[in-house]
């Protein structure tokens, strides 16, 4: 059975930095690609970044590129948001979410199995 735990969410001050972690668990880590995606109250949940089972491919929402970087560490299985110059619009709940192919994707539907979700608040 999949688990995905995240954590490293908080209360920061725009312009500051966080960084998320997710622990995956329950089946080979690096043969999938991950993503991660977030949902403020009243919207729905959206792409935010999403890497390949090798880190060789990334993809960021244009929101957050040049801000936000996925990074991966097989040998943990873990995954990575490292979150720079934060904006009170990034306020959301940040899921982290594994796919079934090697490929990431940028759709909810293309993610299997999703964590719990951990809250970013970003103060102006």
């Known amino acids: 059975q999949v688990q995905l735990v995240e954590s490293g969410g908080g209360l920061v001050q725009a312009g500051g930095s966080l960084r998320l972690s997710c622990a995956a668990s329950?089946?080979?880590?690096?043969?999938?690609?991950m993503g991660w995606f977030r949902q403020a109250p009243g919207k729905e949940r959206e792409f935010v970044a999403a890497?390949?089972?090798?880190?060789?491919?990334?993809y960021y929402a244009d929101s957050v590129k040049g801000r936000f970087t996925i990074s991966r560490d097989n040998a943990k299985n873990a995954v990575y948001l490292q979150m720079n110059s934060l904006k009170p619009e990034d306020t959301a709940v940040y899921y982290c979410a594994e796919s079934n192919t090697v490929v990431p994707g940028m759709r909810v539907a293309q993610y299997a199995y999703w964590g719990q979700g951990t809250q970013v608040t970003v103060s102006s």
């Open positions: 890497e390949s089972w090798s880190g060789a491919v990334t």
């Open positions: 329950g089946r080979t880590f690096s043969r999938y690609a």
